[in-house]
């Protein structure tokens, strides 16, 4: 009889600093071994979502798979730790592709800056003075003034994320969407947000930068003084993410909109 070759034989692990990660990190080096990030044919993250999110922006270029498992604090993003039957989990594992944001933010000395994001880009106030935001979709002004803490762009990935905390809708992580959502509005009290294709141009402008300053987040990116922000997908890039076939990311999704309210 023959043996059928791992799909993914060579294999990168990164672990988060968190104890259990460490310890998970050497159990697993030793048991399967732990090649380079260049020259795995699979990464395997040990820890909870932040570590999953800076690994897929330290590996958005290369095309390579990352497969989570949760030894972290927040596991959204992560399958279920077990240091047995790796190859085959891995081999067995469902493929979910996703594309990034990318943020490029003018700032009030006329600098541009341009950074990717994996969940959303997020707009805050940096005083205690509300921020006034005007909203353009596809350079046609949809909103002339938003006076809010803030406002983000989420995507799919994203929706269960900080856009879920700000009353922002699940999207399916399939769906061609985009959720913009405003962050503690005032006026307009009842904007609630809209849902976007995932084609459209986000076009972001601060109305009075100077008094009222707003800083632009693009997942873990800061850039402070914006004074415009453009947000699209890119659709030129995209993230291969693993997951067991029992806990794919859209099956998670479907049960965060039908019990996530029950949770503490």
């Not at 159990?27 to 044919?41: E, F, I, M, P, W």
């Not at 509300?130 to 983000?152: F, H, T």
């Not at 700000?166 to 992580?173: D, H, K, N, R, W």
């Not at 693993?242 to 909109?257: A, N, V």
Request: charged content about 25%; aromatic content about 6%; glycine content about 6%.
């Amino acid at each position: 009889m023959l043996r059928m070759t791992p799909k993914y034989e060579r294999i990168a692990f990164v672990a988060s600093p968190a104890p259990e990660a460490k310890k998970a990190l050497a159990r697993l080096s030793k048991r399967y071994g732990n090649v380079s990030l260049g020259k795995a044919d699979v990464v395997v993250a040990l820890g909870g979502d932040g570590l999953m999110l800076r690994t897929l922006h330290k590996l958005m270029k290369t095309g390579k798979p990352i497969y989570g498992m949760h030894r972290g604090t927040v596991g959204f993003l992560m399958n279920d730790y077990h240091d047995k039957h790796l190859r085959e989990r891995l081999s067995a594992a469902q493929t979910t592709l996703i594309h990034p944001l990318v943020m490029r933010a003018r700032d009030t000395k006329g600098r541009m800056h341009t950074h990717y994001a994996i969940n959303e880009v997020s707009l805050f106030r940096q005083t205690y003075q509300v921020a006034k935001l005007a909203i353009d979709i596809d350079g046609k002004e949809r909103l002339p003034e938003l006076m809010a803490d803030g406002v983000l762009v989420a995507t799919p990935a994203g929706s269960t994320a900080y856009n879920l905390s700000a009353q922002g809708p699940i999207i399916p992580i399939n769906a061609p969407l985009l959720a913009v959502t405003p962050i503690s509005p005032f006026r307009p009290r009842r904007w609630r947000g809209a849902l976007l294709p995932d084609s459209a141009r986000v076009t972001i402008r601060v109305l009075d930068p100077i008094r009222r300053p707003v800083a632009a987040v693009a997942d873990h990116t800061e850039v402070r003084s914006v004074r415009e922000v453009d947000v699209g997908v890119d659709h030129m890039t995209s993230m291969q993410m693993l997951f067991d076939p029992d806990h794919s990311l859209d099956e998670r999704i479907l049960r965060e909109q039908f019990g996530y309210s029950g949770e503490s």
